[in-house]
C-alpha cells in the first residue's frame, strides 16, 4: 500500500532498449513521400505496415503491441529527447539515467532517487531488482537504497538448499559482514531473513506459477518472465528493469531491427497479458525507451546513424491509449535529425506523478509538466 510509499502496490517494470532505436521504423510515417526519399532501402511500405491511423503504422513485426493498441493497453509517445542532443552512446544513457549532464556531479539515477525518497529501504524485499549480465543501471543507483543485480532465479534463490547447515551458514556469512561489492551477497547480508523468506516464498510461488500463454523463447522474455514469476510470488519490489541490447544498427539495419522490435512487442505484450490472466493487470506499468533514435537519411551501409528524438512506449492496462503528441516533421530537421517536442523528464514526470504518485521535481531535478499518457 501507499505505506511503502507505492500506491496500491503499483509496479514500473522499465524495458531499456539499449543502442538508439530507429523510431522512424517503429512508428512509421508512411504516408510521407520524405520519408521515402530519405530511405530508398529501409522505408518499410504502405502495405505492409500495422497502420496506427491514415499516417502512422507500427513496424510489421510488432503485433504485439498492435493488439495491445487495439486493447487500450498502449500508448505511444512520439517526439520524446532533451535539448542539445548528445550522440554518444554512454553519455545519453547517462542523461537519461540520471537527469543531469555530464558536468552536473552525477552520483544517483531517477529510480535510484525515486526509491530513496519513498523509503523503500526498510522494507523487507528489496526496493529494486535489475535482471540481467549487463552492469547496474545508473538509473538505479541511490545513497542508501540497495538494488540487487541478479541473472537468473536461481541466483536469488541462494541455490535453494534450503536446508539448516544452509541457514547458518548463510548467517554466519551476513555476520561476517563482508563487502565484496556482490550485490546479491550485501542484500543477502543486510537483510538476511527475509532474503531467506523471501527465496521460500519464491520457491513455492514458482511452482504454482504457471504463464497464461507461451513466452517467447529469447533473453527479453525469459527476463519478463522471472519478473511475472517474482510478481506472483507477492514480492512487493516496486521497480524491475531489463535491457535488451544491439539497436546500434549502423549497418544492414533491416534485419536485425525487425528481429529486435519483434521480441521487445512479443516480450512486453506476452508478459502483460499473463499479468492480466494473474489479475495483476491493473497493478503494472511497462516503460520502454532507447537513449535516441536515428538519423533521418538511411546511410551508404543500409544503416542509420546515430540521431536525436524518438517514440518511448508506456504499456498496461491503465494507460490511456494512443498517440501521445505529433510525430516530428521530416521537413522541418535539424542537423539531418528530427526535432523533439517532448522532453524525456516529461514522461518520468507522468510515471512518477501518475503511477507512482510521488512528487518528482526533487527527483527530476526540476519541475516537468507530465504528458497526457497516463490519467490524472
Excluded at 497502420?51 to 493497453?73: C, Q, R, S, W, Y
Excluded at 514526470?349 to 503511477?355: D, F
Aim: proline share 4%; net charge negative.
Amino acid at each position: 500500500g501507499a505505506a511503502d510509499g507505492v500506491a496500491d502496490g503499483r509496479i514500473l517494470v522499465v524495458v531499456e532498449m539499449a543502442g538508439g532505436n530507429d523510431g522512424l521504423n517503429t512508428v512509421v510515417p508512411y504516408t510521407d513521400e520524405a520519408y521515402r526519399k530519405a530511405r530508398p532501402e529501409l522505408a518499410i511500405s504502405k502495405s505492409d505496415v500495422l497502420k496506427i491511423n491514415d499516417k502512422l503504422g507500427l513496424h510489421p513485426v510488432m503485433t504485439g503491441f498492435a493488439d495491445l493498441l487495439e486493447a487500450g493497453h498502449l500508448s505511444i509517445i512520439q517526439g520524446v529527447g532533451y535539448d542539445n542532443p548528445n550522440r554518444s552512446h554512454f553519455e545519453s544513457m547517462d542523461i537519461w539515467h540520471t537527469c543531469q549532464r555530464k558536468d552536473d556531479n552525477r552520483i544517483d539515477g531517477w529510480l535510484g532517487r525515486y526509491l530513496q525518497e519513498t523509503g523503500r529501504a526498510t522494507s523487507s524485499d528489496p526496493a529494486g531488482l535489475h535482471l540481467g549480465e549487463d552492469k547496474q543501471p545508473f538509473a538505479l543507483m541511490s545513497r542508501d537504497v540497495r538494488v540487487p543485480s541478479i541473472r537468473s532465479l536461481d541466483q536469488f534463490r541462494l541455490n535453494g538448499n534450503e536446508d539448516k547447515s544452509f541457514r547458518k551458514a548463510v548467517r554466519e556469512l551476513a555476520d561476517a559482514r563482508r563487502d565484496s561489492g556482490n550485490d546479491l551477497l550485501s542484500f543477502v547480508q543486510s537483510s538476511t531473513s527475509s532474503a531467506i523468506t523471501a527465496s521460500e516464498r519464491i520457491e513455492a510461488a514458482g511452482m504454482k506459477y504457471k504463464p497464461s500463454g507461451e513466452y517467447p523463447s529469447t533473453a527479453l522474455a525469459n527476463k519478463l518472465k522471472t519478473v511475472a514469476k517474482l510478481i506472483s510470488s507477492g514480492l512487493t519490489t516496486p521497480v524491475y528493469y531489463v535491457r535488451i541490447d544491439g539497436f546500434d544498427t549502423h549497418a544492414q539495419q533491416d534485419g536485425a531491427h525487425q528481429s529486435l522490435l519483434r521480441q521487445v512487442s512479443d516480450g512486453v505484450s506476452t508478459f502483460l497479458n499473463d499479468m492480466m490472466a494473474h489479475g495483476h493487470g491493473d497493478r503494472i506499468l511497462c516503460l520502454c525507451f532507447s537513449e535516441f533514435g536515428r538519423r533521418v537519411a538511411e546511410n551508404a551501409s543500409k544503416g542509420t546513424d546515430h540521431g536525436t528524438a524518438g517514440p518511448v512506449f508506456l504499456a498496461g492496462s491503465t494507460v490511456k491509449a494512443g498517440l501521445v503528441g505529433r510525430h516530428p516533421s521530416l521537413r522541418s530537421l535539424q542537423d539531418g535529425d528530427l526535432k523533439h517536442h517532448t522532453d524525456f523528464r516529461q514522461v518520468y514526470a507522468t510515471v512518477l506523478e501518475r503511477w507512482l504518485q510521488c512528487s518528482s521535481e526533487e527527483i527530476l531535478r526540476g519541475k516537468f509538466a507530465p504528458v497526457d499518457a497516463l490519467p490524472a
